[in-house]
């Protein structure tokens, strides 16, 4: 069990560092780019 939870953390860990790097190259401030990938901008904040 704790390897399906270790799978599915690196899983997320790597949409959000895919996630980051779009915003990052967006150019757009953090709560629009959240607000139109569907990403809670708290979130966001913090993997920034």
């Given at each position: 069990?704790?390897?399906?939870?270790?799978?599915?953390?690196?899983?997320?860990?790597q949409e959000m560092?895919?996630?980051?790097?779009?915003?990052?190259?967006?150019?757009?401030?953090?709560?629009?780019?959240?607000?139109?990938?569907?990403?809670?901008?708290?979130?966001?904040?913090?993997?920034?």
């Open positions: 069990m704790n390897n399906a939870i270790n799978e599915n953390s690196n899983k997320n860990n560092n895919l996630v980051v790097a779009a915003y990052r190259q967006s150019g757009m401030g953090l709560e629009r780019f959240a607000r139109e990938r569907g990403v809670p901008p708290g979130r966001l904040h913090y993997w920034v």
